[in-house]
């Protein structure tokens, strides 16, 4: 079974401009998350979908937003770029949106790691 | 924003040695606790979950939890160069969301 999908890996990008990402999760799976990561913060949630709808979003700005489509995947946009953006952008998704042991666990993409300057 | 925090500073051990990692967490009512091993220039990949007091055995892991006191640790047992890598607490906090900790880097040396 693939696993998740996250496009592009990488990505150069000036302040001002707006990103588009992309994330394919592992087939069946309904819910897809967004974490982003940097040296400083570490791993910190930017929001969760499930069933095309916003469940859960985390501590970020309106210029972070997101959107699921019907077949699950899932994209994440960033507008007005800003330095402090440059970042690895995980996607993770799980079976049925319960981070339950017994459930399914999150399994994360590679990552899309965005470079602002 | 529940808190999740992990001993800073890398860990040097010995190759075969113990390998010992903490992690406490502020939410007392968190259920389910995870670690994930991250290599560098890689995603994380969850190597063990616990939920319940006591001790996890998963191969050359151990994940123990101890809710009263609210800390996690996991235990990597006969430790290989190729465990070398970054090593995050993971803890529900009962949103459909993980806080993590900012990981323990691990060192084996030959």
């Known amino acids: 079974k693939a696993g998740v999908t996250q496009t592009p890996r990488y990505l150069i990008k000036t302040r001002g401009q707006q990103v588009t990402l992309s994330c394919s999760p592992i087939s069946g799976h309904r819910s897809v998350s967004w974490y982003q990561q940097t040296p400083g913060q570490g791993l910190q949630f930017l929001f969760e979908?499930?069933?095309?709808?916003?469940?859960n979003k985390g501590n970020f700005p309106g210029r972070f937003s997101g959107r699921q489509f019907s077949n699950s995947r899932s994209e994440m946009n960033v507008s007005t770029l800003e330095l402090g953006d440059s970042a690895l952008y995980l996607c993770?998704?799980?079976?049925?949106?319960?981070?339950?042991?017994?459930?399914?666990?999150?399994?994360f993409g590679n990552g899309t790691r965005l470079t602002v300057t | 924003q529940k808190e999740v925090e992990q001993n800073s500073g890398p860990l040097s051990v010995p190759e075969g040695a113990i390998a010992s990692l903490n992690c406490t967490y502020s939410?007392?009512?968190?259920?389910?606790f995870f670690w994930y091993r991250q290599y560098s220039g890689k995603s994380p990949e969850l190597i063990m979950f616990i939920y319940s007091n006591g001790d996890k055995e998963d191969g050359r892991f151990t994940a123990q939890l101890n809710k009263a006191s609210q800390y996690v640790s996991l235990l990597i047992r006969d430790s290989q160069p190729s465990d070398s890598a970054t090593y995050l607490c993971a803890v529900n906090d009962g949103n459909n969301r993980l806080a993590f900790g900012k990981g323990n880097q691990v060192v084996v040396i030959p």
């Open positions: 993770a998704s799980s079976l049925k949106g319960q981070i339950d042991i017994q459930i399914s666990p999150l399994h």
């Open positions: 939410d007392r009512g968190s259920q389910s």
């Open positions: 979908y499930f069933s095309e709808t916003q469940r």
